[in-house]
Each structure stands twice: as structure tokens, then as C-alpha cells.
């Protein structure tokens, strides 16, 4: 069993930034690929990006290049989503995950979640 406890999330204004935080727990030996997902009201939950626990390869949806960066600490068992240039659509409730694969898009393929923690940018 992995238990993940995410932090960071807030009110921003539009261009501002957030630092959201996922750490895990349990049998972390299980974990090859990290990732974080995102879920406005109304709407499915989307892939946002996603990182490799050994070698740090990552993978970001069209909408976020360049502006969100996804990170992680392997000796603490905790990674990160950097989030500059917020806009308003990026508004919603930012879950981490973890898979037991490595780098994927999908959420059916991960096994373990957050709680979520919710991002509002005004503008």
C-alpha cells in the first residue's frame, strides 16, 4: 500500500505561481512514474504531466509547456509541480499519482492518489 499526501494548492492571480507537493509513503519501492492530474467541475480528469523515477524523463500535456514543471526528490520520496504563468482555465482541483510503470498519460494506469488539493487563478 502507497499512501500520497499533496500540498500547495491556493488562490493565485492570473501570472502568478504555485509549488504543489506530493509525498509518498508505504511501499515506495513500488513506484517507476509520477505524475499529476487535474479535475475542473464538470469535466473529466486530464493528464497534466507526468515524470520517471529512475532517470527523470517527463512528459507534459500541449497546454502547460513552458510555463508548468514537474520534479522530484527520490530521498524523500516527494515530487512537484512548479506552476508559473498560471491562467484562469488552469482552475481546478490537482491531484498527484503514482504508477508502478513509469511514464504515462492515462489515469487508469495509475494505482495510487492524493487527495487533491485545489488551484483558483484569478484573473
Same mark, same amino acid.
Given at each position: %500500500? @502507497? %499512501?500520497?499526501?499533496?500540498?500547495?494548492?491556493?488562490?493565485?492571480?492570473?501570472?502568478?505561481? $504555485?509549488?504543489?507537493?506530493?509525498?509518498?509513503?508505504?511501499?515506495?519501492?513500488?513506484?517507476?512514474?509520477?505524475? &499529476?492530474?487535474? %479535475?475542473?467541475?464538470?469535466?473529466?480528469?486530464?493528464?497534466?504531466?507526468?515524470?520517471?523515477?529512475?532517470?527523470?524523463?517527463?512528459?507534459?500535456?500541449?497546454? @502547460?509547456?513552458? *510555463?508548468?514543471?514537474?520534479?522530484?526528490?527520490?530521498?524523500?520520496?516527494?515530487?512537484? $509541480?512548479?506552476?508559473?504563468? $498560471?491562467?484562469?482555465?488552469?482552475?481546478?482541483?490537482?491531484?498527484?499519482?503514482?504508477? *508502478?510503470?513509469?511514464?504515462? $498519460? *492515462?489515469?487508469?494506469?495509475?494505482?495510487? &492518489?492524493? %487527495?487533491?488539493?485545489?488551484?483558483? @487563478?484569478?484573473?
Amino acid at each position: %500500500q @502507497v %499512501q500520497l499526501v499533496e500540498s500547495g494548492g491556493g488562490l493565485v492571480q492570473a501570472g502568478g505561481s $504555485l509549488r504543489l507537493s506530493c509525498a509518498a509513503s508505504g511501499r515506495t519501492s513500488s513506484i517507476y512514474g509520477m505524475g &499529476w492530474f487535474r %479535475q475542473a467541475p464538470g469535466k473529466e480528469r486530464e493528464f497534466v504531466a507526468t515524470i520517471k523515477w529512475i532517470g527523470g524523463d517527463t512528459t507534459y500535456t500541449d497546454s @502547460v509547456k513552458g *510555463r508548468f514543471t514537474i520534479s522530484r526528490d527520490n530521498a524523500k520520496n516527494t515530487w512537484y $509541480l512548479q506552476m508559473n504563468s $498560471l491562467k484562469p482555465e488552469d482552475t481546478a482541483v490537482y491531484y498527484c499519482a503514482a504508477n *508502478r510503470l513509469g511514464l504515462r $498519460l *492515462r489515469k487508469d494506469d495509475y494505482d495510487y &492518489w492524493g %487527495q487533491g488539493t485545489q488551484v483558483t @487563478v484569478s484573473s
